[in-house]
């Protein structure tokens, strides 16, 4: 198997092509990437074979902006019979997969595959009987295992392959599911609770999510983020010209601003959390999460960056490798990812997370 499939939102094929491509030849894998316009997957073909499977075990998965899942994947396998469509996936996967520890049989995130979706669920069923009985899946399901993936992007017309537990999503279709709170005044909120579960690892919650920190949220109306924050016992000052939601006013836990959220500064030193939801050019909002990371106002931000219509993988990486320069000279070590999350559109979430500082001051400060 020499391909490595990238599922990716609809309309930004190009993004994750050229992310891929970008990444890959970094580590000295060389090969070619597949685009077809709003497919919502990219297959980059490695010239060399074993080279899929280095990428996918190696090339963290956390790094990827615009991939939503990443998988190793052989030929595309067309025409299954309609009397038999279980044989062909069971002998792609012969020799290649042994006791894997789950199977995802998806489609790629679009309108037209919804209905595929549908036949998707009730093959999975046989398919796994087969699977096991053939030792290519344990008899139970471990997340320790590789995960089988079956990718049908044509009724009878699928890849078949496999990604590695501790280097993957471990979301169905790479999506999580997350239910939109009915007194959560924007459906923004989901964005912020999606990055929580993509950036935060979910046994430091506790930790890094809990109740009686202070956070500021820029760009706060009406409220979305806030009830994120809010939702978890947290001292939220929100910053916005605009009205916030008078339900979360009424919780005594949010102080309202009308200011401007560049201008802006904090009045305590014990803000833990940063997010920021502003629609501006992204240059601007990258300098002013180092702004407030370099001088420690903050301890972890997340924000996210609106992309232009062109050059968006490139926009991004630019930011980013902007804000980790600044960081670095500034003695600060800092964690930084970015996501397009299934919930954002044309954006991306980072989240940057300052682990230590040498800054004259707060000498080996550590969190
Ligand atoms: C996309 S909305 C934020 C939605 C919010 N995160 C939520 O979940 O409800 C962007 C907000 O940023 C605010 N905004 C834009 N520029 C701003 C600025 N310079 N200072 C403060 N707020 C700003 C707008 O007023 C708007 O309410």
């Not at 979706?117 to 009730?122: G, T």
Request: aromatic letters at 10%; glycine letters at 6%.
């Amino acid at each position: 198997m020499n391909k490595v499939l990238l599922y990716c939102r609809q309309g930004f094929e190009k993004e994750c092509a050229a992310e891929i491509t970008d990444k890959a030849t970094q580590r000295e894998v060389f090969g070619f990437a597949r685009v077809k316009e709003d497919s919502g997957y990219v297959l980059f073909e490695c010239y060399q074979h074993e080279d899929a499977d280095k990428l996918v075990r190696e090339l963290p998965f956390s790094e990827l902006i615009f991939a939503r899942q990443m998988v190793v994947v052989g030929e595309l396998l067309r025409d299954l019979p309609p009397e038999d469509r279980v044989s062909p996936v069971v002998g792609m996967l012969t020799g290649v997969v042994e006791k894997g520890g789950e199977l995802r049989v998806e489609v790629p995130d679009t309108n037209a595959s919804k209905e595929l979706l549908k036949f998707c669920r009730k093959f999975t069923v046989p398919l796994r009987a087969s699977l096991r009985s053939s030792n290519i899946l344990l008899n139970y399901e471990s997340a320790k295992r590789p995960v089988v993936h079956v990718f049908f992007i044509a009724p009878g017309c699928c890849y078949v392959g496999y990604s590695y537990p501790d280097n993957n999503s471990t979301f169905f279709m790479g999506i999580p599911r997350l239910k939109f709170p009915s007194d959560a005044p924007s459906r923004s909120t989901l964005k912020l609770e999606e990055a929580f579960h993509v950036f935060i690892p979910a046994d430091e919650w506790d930790e890094r999510l809990a109740s009686g920190m202070y956070a500021v949220d820029l760009g706060a109306c009406p409220g979305g983020w806030t009830y994120q924050l809010v939702q978890r016992s947290m001292m939220v000052d929100a910053i916005d010209n605009g009205p916030m939601a008078p339900s979360l006013m009424d919780t005594g836990q949010v102080t309202h601003h009308r200011e401007d959220g560049f201008k802006y500064r904090p009045t305590r030193t014990n803000i833990y959390w940063l997010v920021c939801d502003m629609v501006e050019k992204p240059v601007r909002v990258a300098n002013l999460m180092t702004e407030w990371l370099v001088n420690g106002w903050c301890r972890e931000a997340i924000f996210n960056l609106k992309l232009p219509m062109k050059k968006r993988y490139e926009e991004v990486s630019q930011n980013l490798a902007m804000m980790q320069e600044k960081l670095k000279a500034n003695g600060i070590n800092a964690q930084i990812n970015a996501r397009q999350l299934y919930h954002d559109r044309e954006e991306v979430t980072v989240h940057v997370r300052r682990i230590w500082s040498a800054t004259p001051g707060r000498r080996d400060e550590r969190y």
